[in-house]
């Protein structure tokens, strides 16, 4: 929706509602210099929702905005609004009417001294018209004691009439210009201080050649000189402004100009005022030179004094040097033996920081031991209005989610990795910038919306303080315990994210739990039921992910990881058939039950056909060491591939395995991948440098690799 609105703030919203409503008046013509009546009707009930007012839209009600469509909006719902707000409202231009100020200088000497009341605005971006059809403005304007008053600022203001063309929108009596072409620039006046005003005035009498001015004092006759000269010239309205505000400041000359340090030397120029300049400096150097004798009398009986106190701490500084100095030595002394501890320190922890984070481990149990800890305080979660999702059909499932992402424009390779990765049991681990707008997008087919993120320090060291964890998702904060408890009580799947879990000891804090997934969720004939993890029971319709990030904290990953987990590369977004998107219709939010995930799960190797895939992995499976677990898995992400990436070619889904599974798999393990698949019966993709991609990343990240063939 690109045009523009004006409208009005109607009511403010409270809890789970939009922060406040705006009903549109008019909209704005294609060339935007007209306000005409609004083309749309804004269902439910006539206005737009605006969730996040700024401050001022409790001051001023009016506002111009554009609109979009509400991806929640509900036509039975009553209270809901079909539109919200777009971007950020700006506050119209008002114009206020002040028929008793003849002119621009009236304006000024009106809203110095007197202001206006506050309500006879609805905007905070006003011009004013006098009595003769001129417009000042916008000013820069502050509200004292529910008035409007000028802010004096160091500069011109521009004069305007309304354009002979253009039409003003008018609400309960306030008039507001259109967006363009609504005033045409006819001049400025300078609505400045007194003291810049007269500086500028200086500043023109020195270059005027005119007798009068030359001989003038700084008074009612200078300005009044300055006038006559001007009267006789002829004037634009930045001159005919500052014509009347000299002739009030002449009537008012006797209470005297504060000049500003600028107009000094406009003044000091002056023919009149450097003779009284000279005359003063000459008595004030007599009276200077007089004074310094006295002074110097003074300082001479003072230094006398202060010769004799010098030579006392002369001594006695000569005493302290030498105490300075065995101390010195001293120190030098220990802290010699004290650098040498503090290097052997450093090179141990730059040689093992797994080590240094183990003893922060220790330090930690005891100076926080486990009988003595503080018991966690219980707080309500912080939860805002969760939209309601649609229960997804299971027969639907392969296409619904691949449509999510393109939809989302990310491709078709993500959702199949994604989603064979969860189908084969495996803990899909991303990495790149849309690994979690893959996560979201995710959330939005399966999950009903909730993505639940967690992160996990470099200083945790054991399982059992996951449950403690903090946890934000687009609609809850909470912690990891509440996530599980939530699912527990749930029939749905629920997905729990790891972020940046390569900033933590993957070894100790994770591995533990991911063991325990992979054995729960690795066969199509596990129970349905909650299963013993390191950090409690955890129940079965809790989905895991990672996202890894590139960082030079990032500790070293752990070997064991890739037997539990896919590696998708979420920095790129390849889809070798792109489909055309079309995000102006916004797709339900889906979710799907355990029950109805688990028999689909169980379908995926009934429907896999022979393909590549499977011939790739069992060529690897003769190669790996991995146990009957890890092979059954690998067999059934081959078979969840075939399903969820039917569209593909065969050497592209073929790919995918050899990238999300095999490659990162045989790194870990020492093993150089191009053998492997150099010998494979069948060929992956050479369009993408999948083995230089992965293997340079795991270098980055501590993992030793072996390059040689």
């Not at 935007?32 to 269902?43: L, M, Q, R, T, V």
């Not at 009417?97 to 009341?117: H, M, Y």
């Not at 030079?552 to 896919?566: D, H, I, N, Q, V």
């Amino acid at each position: 929706m690109a045009q523009l609105l004006l409208g009005f703030v109607e009511r403010f919203g409270a809890g789970k509602r939009p922060g406040a409503r705006l009903r549109p008046k008019f909209q704005a013509s294609t060339d935007k210099s007209h306000w005409i009546a609004p083309e749309e009707d804004f269902p439910n009930s006539g206005v737009v929702s605006w969730w996040q007012p700024v401050a001022d839209a409790e001051l001023y009600r009016a506002w111009t905005f554009q609109i979009e469509p509400s991806w929640t909006y509900d036509a039975a719902a009553e209270h809901h609004d079909y539109y919200g707000v777009k971007g950020t409202p700006v506050p119209p231009v008002e114009l206020i009417d002040l028929p008793t100020a003849q002119d621009s200088e009236d304006v000024r000497s009106l809203l110095l001294d007197e202001g206006i009341p506050f309500d006879r605005c609805a905007s905070k971006r006003l011009v004013f018209r006098d009595s003769s059809g001129s417009i000042v403005g916008p000013l820069d304007l502050t509200i004292r004691d529910k008035r409007i008053f000028l802010e004096e600022k160091d500069g011109v203001v521009p004069l305007s009439r309304v354009s002979a063309d253009s039409s003003l929108a008018d609400w309960e009596g306030h008039l507001f210009l259109p967006p363009e072409n609504g005033i045409r620039r006819v001049g400025e006046v300078d609505f400045s201080s007194n003291s810049v005003f007269v500086r500028r005035v200086l500043r023109e009498i020195k270059e005027m050649p005119l007798a009068e001015i030359e001989t003038a004092k700084l008074t009612v006759k200078m300005i009044g000189a300055y006038t006559v000269a001007l009267e006789k010239s002829s004037l634009n309205a930045l001159n005919t402004q500052r014509l009347k505000r000299l002739h009030k400041m002449a009537e008012r000359a006797s209470d005297g100009v504060a000049l500003g340090e600028d107009a000094v030397p406009d003044l000091l120029s002056l023919a009149p005022v450097k003779a009284l300049i000279s005359a003063a400096t000459e008595q004030a150097v007599k009276r200077a030179i007089e004074e310094r004798r006295a002074d110097l009398t003074e300082l001479e009986t003072k230094r006398t004094g202060l010769e004799e106190k010098n030579n006392d701490l002369r001594t006695e500084y000569q005493r302290l040097q030498a105490e300075i100095a065995t101390s010195k030595n001293e120190q030098t002394e220990l802290l010699a033996g004290f650098d040498s501890r503090i290097q052997n320190k450093f090179e141990e922890i730059g040689k093992s920081a797994t080590s240094f984070l183990s003893d922060v481990a220790l330090i930690r149990a005891a100076l926080f031991p486990t009988g003595s800890a503080v018991p966690p305080v219980d707080r309500p979660l912080t939860q805002i209005s969760t939209p309601q999702a649609e229960p997804l059909q299971v027969s639907q499932l392969t296409a619904t989610f691949r449509r999510g992402f393109e939809h989302s424009g990310l491709g078709c390779i993500l959702p199949a990795a994604l989603l064979s990765s969860w189908a084969s049991g495996y803990v899909p681990m991303l990495f790149g910038g849309l690994a979690r707008d893959a996560l979201l997008a995710s959330a939005k087919t399966l999950f009903g919306g909730a993505v639940h993120f967690v992160t996990i320090g470099p200083t945790h060291t054991s399982p059992t303080e996951l449950s403690s964890l903090p946890t934000t998702s687009p609609y809850t904060v909470g912690t990891v315990g509440e996530v599980i408890a939530g699912a527990d009580r749930s029939d749905d799947l629920v997905l729990l994210v790891f972020d940046n879990a390569n900033l933590s000891q993957i070894d100790s804090v994770l591995m533990p739990v991911l063991r325990s997934y992979v054995a729960a969720h690795g066969k199509p004939t596990a129970s349905s039921g909650p299963y013993p993890t390191a950090a409690g029971m955890w129940p079965s319709n809790l989905l895991l992910a990672g996202v890894l990030i590139d960082s030079p904290l990032a500790l070293p990953l752990s070997t064991e990881l890739w037997s539990c987990s896919t590696f998708i590369d979420a920095s790129k977004n390849a889809c070798p058939k792109p489909v055309e998107q079309n995000k102006g219709d916004a797709l339900p939010l889906l979710r799907l039950t355990h029950r109805d995930w688990t028999e689909w799960g169980r379908t995926i190797e009934e429907e896999a056909a022979p393909s590549d895939t499977g011939v790739l992995a069992r060529h690897f499976l003769r190669h790996a060491d991995g146990s009957p677990l890890y092979r059954e898995m690998l067999r059934r992400l081959a078979a969840a591939i075939d399903v969820t990436a039917a569209a593909l070619e065969e050497v592209q889904r073929a790919t995918i395995l050899a990238e999300i599974g095999v490659v990162p798999y045989l790194l870990s393990r020492g093993v150089q991948p191009d053998v492997v698949l150099d010998e494979a019966p069948v060929a992956i993709s050479t369009d993408v440098p999948v083995v230089d991609r992965v293997t340079e990343l795991f270098e980055r990240w501590g993992m030793r690799v072996n390059r040689d063939a």
